[in-house]
């Protein structure tokens, strides 16, 4: 499994955006944040987290967080999907979050490295 870093919604978005408007009913609210990240560019205040886990298949899960305040955004549509959600996890707490929440709060949530984190929607010092 491979976790690719997306420098901006741009770049993002030429992965994920056809996938995304696929079933846009239930992918309006990442759509819509990435579309309005790549309308502002470089007026962006906080760098979102942009990731995405791929196999040999293919895309596995991608990640959309908006720091400080948001929950992080899932997108899957494949099962089986544990061990790129903990790599997620921990790509975010070793970038120095503490987390408000998760679209998929069940499925996430049990895989966080730290036992007992407090989401609070700080960068951690």
């Given at each position: 499994?491979?976790?690719?870093?997306?420098?901006?919604?741009?770049?993002?978005?030429?992965?994920?955006?056809?996938?995304?408007?696929?079933?846009?009913?239930?992918?309006?609210?990442?759509?819509?944040?990435?579309?309005?990240?790549?309308?502002?560019?470089?007026?962006?205040?906080?760098?979102?987290?942009?990731?995405?886990?791929?196999?040999?298949?293919?895309?596995?899960?991608?990640?959309?967080?908006?720091?400080?305040?948001?929950?992080?955004?899932?997108?899957?549509?494949?099962?089986?999907?544990?061990?790129?959600?903990?790599?997620?996890?921990?790509?975010?707490?070793?970038?120095?979050?503490?987390?408000?929440?998760?679209w998929q709060l069940a499925k996430l949530q049990k895989h966080l490295p730290i036992s007992g984190q407090k989401p609070v929607g700080e960068k951690q010092s």
């Amino acid at each position: 499994m491979i976790i690719v870093s997306y420098e901006n919604a741009k770049s993002y978005l030429a992965v994920m955006q056809e996938i995304l408007e696929e079933n846009e009913t239930a992918n309006s609210l990442m759509l819509g944040i990435l579309l309005r990240l790549q309308q502002k560019g470089d007026a962006v205040i906080n760098q979102p987290f942009l990731r995405t886990t791929h196999d040999i298949d293919g895309l596995l899960t991608a990640a959309l967080f908006t720091p400080p305040n948001h929950p992080v955004l899932l997108y899957n549509d494949r099962n089986n999907v544990k061990d790129s959600l903990s790599v997620i996890a921990s790509d975010i707490v070793q970038n120095g979050w503490k987390l408000r929440g998760f679209w998929q709060l069940a499925k996430l949530q049990k895989h966080l490295p730290i036992s007992g984190q407090k989401p609070v929607g700080e960068k951690q010092s």
